[in-house]
């Protein structure tokens, strides 16, 4: 069975090496003519029939050619909450990402790299056919698109990426960590390149998205981060899942305009990519509820404040633990803040959160009695209560014997059995401390 690479060929016209070997030594001068032709095309740019109206151009390097389409846009573009210029000050605070960096990124440190590849996998046989890269340079952010029209391809693309890497410093992605960069390094020793790649800091923009909102958010793909967060809302947009399927077409049937929507798709992200770190510079700035609005949903205030603080931003994540300490927030959210509370030794607001969680847990129709459980901690151990922790460990043992699923669930059986068992202790202790006042 012929593999990908004959089938592709066969597209393009290509001869398969048994059948080249078969045919006569081309001249010298044949040679000579193809050598120019290739460095006349190099000069013009000229990508043939299809690829001028979609801003494509032909580029040839020492390992061949593939075909590039770059933008350059100003400062000044908008895309959803964000202009571009934004990105001048809020990348300096990215500098979180990686503290031990010991600088923070200038505006023209950091690659912006997204994938388009012909299957979802890691494996050698997934092959990126698009690599879309943007970087700020002056009053511009560039956007440039690679594309290769056959496996041939692939070397010249991946040795412009080569060639760009040592100007930078920071990589952005999304999912890059996992997907995209691993993806690369792959194919470049695939392709006897990147030998010397050098260490770039990674800002995977998923890994904060999902901290923040994967409780609030139905999904925490860029698409519907960007859409649900940031304010951009694409028209007549091809979904990424649909670009492998579009590449194919192409190749079977060399229309470029069939890869229209991919190009489009692969520069939105490019663009999105940008307005994500601009989104969480300023949040690391302190400027939610100025530069965006500040959440209001009380999952997402907690869920930030608790990646502010993990990046160092103590007192904004306070901030934010404040606004959601006066919201009528729920249960889980304000047991989330106690718990939050407990182990920073804030005692005095845990102990108001969890007495609301209390309340709005017990009257759930599937109660829940953790805060139960916390504050009769606290009143043993901290406030040395132990008929007030007696109380709170009754009432937990009441709603767990409630729960409709108690005596089926082998998990609810063991806490109700460790309930029961905390009540006990509580009761002998009680007990012991009433004896003893009797005795006084």
Same mark, same amino acid.
């Given at each position: 069975?012929?593999?990908?690479?004959?089938?592709?060929?066969?597209?393009?016209?290509?001869?398969?090496?048994?059948?080249?070997?078969?045919?006569?030594?081309?001249?010298?001068?044949?040679?000579?003519?193809?050598?120019?032709?290739?460095?006349?095309?190099?000069?013009?740019?000229?990508?043939?029939?299809?690829?001028?109206?979609?801003?494509?151009?032909?580029?040839?390097?020492?390992?061949?050619?593939?075909?590039?389409?770059?933008?350059?846009?100003?400062?000044?573009?908008?895309?959803?909450?964000?202009?571009?210029?934004?990105?001048?000050?809020?990348?300096?605070?990215?500098?979180?990402?990686?503290?031990?960096?010991?600088?923070?990124?200038?505006?023209?440190?950091?690659?912006?790299?997204?994938?388009?590849?012909?299957?979802?996998?890691?494996?050698?046989?997934?092959?990126?056919?698009?690599?879309?890269?943007?970087?700020?340079?002056?009053?511009?952010?560039?956007?440039?698109?690679?594309?290769?029209?056959?496996?041939?391809?692939?070397?010249?693309?991946?040795?412009?990426?080569?060639?760009?890497?040592?100007?930078?410093?920071?990589?952005?992605?999304?999912?890059?960590?996992?997907?995209?960069?691993?993806?690369?390094?792959?194919?470049?020793?695939?392709?006897?390149?990147?030998?010397?790649?050098?260490?770039?800091?990674?800002?995977?923009?998923?890994?904060?998205?999902?901290?923040?909102?994967?409780?609030?958010?139905?999904?925490?793909?860029?698409?519907?981060?960007?859409?649900?967060?940031?304010?951009?809302?694409?028209?007549?947009?091809?979904?990424?899942?649909?670009?492998?399927?579009?590449?194919?077409?192409?190749?079977?049937?060399?229309?470029?305009?069939?890869?229209?929507?991919?190009?489009?798709?692969?520069?939105?992200?490019?663009?999105?990519?940008?307005?994500?770190?601009?989104?969480?510079?300023?949040?690391?700035?302190?400027?939610?509820?100025?530069?965006?609005?500040?959440?209001?949903?009380?999952?997402?205030?907690?869920?930030?404040?608790?990646?502010?603080?993990?990046?160092?931003?103590?007192?904004? =994540?306070?901030? +934010?633990?404040?606004?959601? %300490?006066?919201?009528? *927030? @729920?249960?889980?959210? #304000?047991?989330?803040?106690?718990? $939050?509370?407990?182990?920073?030794?804030?005692?005095?607001?845990?102990?108001?959160?969890?007495?609301?969680?209390?309340?709005?847990?017990?009257?759930?129709?599937?109660?829940?009695?953790?805060?139960?459980?916390?504050?009769?901690?606290?009143?043993?151990?901290?406030?040395?209560?132990?008929? =007030?922790?007696? +109380?709170?460990?009754?009432? %937990?043992?009441?709603? *767990? @014997?409630?729960?409709? #699923?108690?005596?089926?669930?082998? $998990?609810?059986?063991?806490?109700?059995?460790?309930?029961?068992?905390?009540?006990?202790?509580?009761?002998?202790?009680?007990?012991?401390?009433?004896?003893?006042?009797?005795?006084?």
């Amino acid at each position: 069975m012929s593999s990908l690479r004959d089938r592709m060929n066969r597209l393009r016209g290509v001869k398969p090496a048994e059948e080249q070997e078969a045919s006569p030594d081309r001249s010298e001068q044949e040679a000579a003519a193809e050598c120019l032709a290739a460095a006349h095309r190099c000069e013009e740019g000229d990508a043939g029939p299809g690829w001028a109206e979609l801003g494509v151009r032909l580029h040839v390097n020492e390992f061949g050619e593939c075909l590039e389409r770059r933008l350059r846009l100003p400062l000044t573009h908008r895309s959803g909450h964000h202009r571009l210029q934004e990105w001048t000050d809020a990348c300096a605070r990215l500098a979180a990402f990686h503290p031990e960096a010991g600088a923070a990124p200038l505006p023209g440190d950091v690659l912006f790299l997204d994938l388009e590849t012909t299957g979802l996998g890691g494996g050698t046989g997934n092959v990126p056919f698009m690599t879309g890269l943007g970087y700020f340079e002056a009053d511009r952010y560039v956007v440039r698109q690679f594309l290769i029209r056959h496996p041939a391809e692939e070397r010249a693309m991946l040795a412009e990426l080569e060639a760009l890497l040592p100007r930078f410093r920071w990589l952005a992605t999304y999912n890059g960590r996992s997907f995209d960069w691993p993806l690369v390094q792959t194919r470049l020793i695939l392709n006897g390149l990147g030998r010397s790649l050098p260490e770039l800091l990674h800002l995977d923009f998923l890994h904060p998205s999902r901290s923040i909102w994967k409780n609030t958010l139905a999904s925490c793909r860029l698409s519907h981060v960007e859409e649900e967060r940031l304010g951009i809302f694409r028209e007549d947009d091809v979904p990424g899942s649909m670009a492998p399927t579009l590449y194919f077409r192409y190749l079977a049937e060399e229309d470029p305009s069939v890869l229209e929507g991919v190009f489009r798709h692969n520069e939105q992200d490019m663009v999105t990519l940008a307005c994500l770190g601009i989104r969480f510079g300023r949040l690391l700035a302190g400027e939610a509820g100025a530069a965006f609005p500040m959440p209001d949903a009380g999952e997402e205030l907690l869920r930030t404040g608790l990646w502010l603080e993990r990046m160092g931003e103590a007192e904004e =994540a306070e901030r +934010l633990y404040g606004r959601l %300490a006066r919201l009528g *927030a @729920s249960p889980d959210v #304000l047991h989330g803040l106690a718990m $939050r509370d407990k182990k920073a030794g804030n005692w005095e607001r845990a102990v108001v959160l969890w007495q609301r969680a209390a309340a709005g847990g017990a009257a759930r129709a599937v109660p829940d009695w953790r805060p139960h459980v916390e504050l009769a901690m606290y009143y043993e151990h901290k406030a040395k209560d132990s008929l =007030a922790a007696l +109380l709170l460990a009754e009432e %937990a043992l009441g709603l *767990a @014997s409630a729960h409709p #699923l108690q005596r089926r669930d082998s $998990r609810r059986r063991a806490e109700l059995e460790e309930l029961r068992k905390r009540r006990d202790r509580l009761l002998r202790k009680a007990g012991a401390a009433s004896d003893r006042g009797a005795e006084a």
